[in-house]
């Protein structure tokens, strides 16, 4: 945990010295970054047996769960965005 | 939402590989893979932050009242976990509240309910806590379009400091990148606490 933070605030030091050029790359190369992450996550559940075969039954009240406690959080960050932007208008 | 599908077919060509075993299974099991592309993955969203001048400057603004965003997380999802358990009547309450304070960490939550509940509910936990980490991941621009952008961080819960955080920062925007980062410090950190307590319970 505090390596990728540590890479982190390394890359934002690099950032800063190099702000003055052309840096738009960057952002395709985040993309392309996210991807790849996104492929072995799925990998990780494909050749995982135990979620692959417990996905029909106890999969759907994991899900449900999810998306209850999810509707819970963004109602919430939902109220507080407003909150916030009150203010601005 | 063309972000989106993609997103969902390099996840489903990810199972797809796994499962067939398409991928070398040292490759898989052995995730330091994954960390490293995540390690080279900060290392360029730190890059793109740090070149972007006029964000830096926008954290000196940062408002007070987004201090309270953990807070919100987790009472959001602890009160979403409670009604879960009226409908799942198999469940009983602090089952629910347990999973649910798993807040997207997966693998520790799912090590602890485990370890306290046994193996079906460890497992429900590890499934519900990857399903919030993708949820977050694949449907991240209509959860800011519809619920705002710090929607987007309250449903990362404990992984916006990390895993989701590029994600973030691509649609909420750089200038909620240290929000986010304080945020699932804050979340990641009350994981463990909440999980035994409500294990406990």
Redesign the interface.
């Known amino acids: 945990?505090l390596?990728?933070?540590g890479?982190?605030?390394?890359?934002?030091?690099?950032?800063?010295?190099?702000?003055n050029?052309n840096?738009k790359w960057?952002?395709r190369?985040?993309?392309a970054?996210?991807?790849?992450?996104?492929?072995?996550?799925?990998?990780?559940?494909?050749?995982?047996d135990?979620?692959?075969s417990?996905?029909p039954t106890?999969?759907m009240?994991?899900?449900?769960?999810?998306?209850?406690?999810?509707?819970?959080?963004?109602?919430?960050?939902?109220?507080?965005?407003?909150?916030?932007n009150k203010g601005k208008a | 939402m063309k972000g989106s599908l993609v997103i969902v077919s390099f996840f489903i060509a990810g199972v797809l590989a796994g499962l067939y075993g398409w991928i070398p299974s040292g490759v898989i099991t052995d995730s330091k893979v994954s960390y490293y592309v995540l390690c080279g993955l900060m290392f360029f969203v730190g890059l793109s932050v740090g070149s972007d001048t006029k964000t830096l400057d926008s954290f000196r603004s940062l408002n007070p009242r987004l201090m309270l965003l953990p807070v919100i997380t987790i009472v959001g999802t602890l009160a979403g976990s409670a009604v879960v358990s009226i409908v799942l009547k198999q469940r009983s309450l602090a089952e629910c509240l347990a999973v649910g304070s798993g807040l997207g960490y997966y693998s520790l939550s799912s090590i602890f309910i485990t370890g306290y509940k046994g193996a079906e509910l460890g497992t429900i936990a590890l499934l519900s806590n990857i399903a919030r980490e993708l949820i977050t991941l694949l449907f991240a621009p209509f959860i800011v379009r519809y619920f705002g952008k710090l929607a987007l961080i309250s449903s990362g819960g404990a992984t916006t400091m990390d895993t989701t955080l590029p994600v973030i920062v691509r649609y909420s925007g750089q200038n909620l990148l240290i929000v986010s980062i304080y945020h699932g410090f804050l979340v990641d950190f009350s994981v463990p606490w909440l999980v035994v307590l409500f294990c406990s319970l």
Request: overall charge positive; charged content about 5%; cysteine-free.
């Open positions: 945990m390596t990728v933070v890479l982190m605030l390394l890359g934002v030091l690099s950032g800063y010295l190099l702000r050029r840096m960057v952002s190369v985040v993309m970054l996210i991807w790849v992450l996104l492929f072995l996550l799925g990998t990780e559940v494909g050749a995982n135990k979620i692959v417990g996905l106890i999969g009240e994991a899900l449900l769960i999810t998306v209850f406690a999810l509707a819970g959080s963004l109602l919430g960050a939902w109220g507080l965005w407003v909150w916030i």
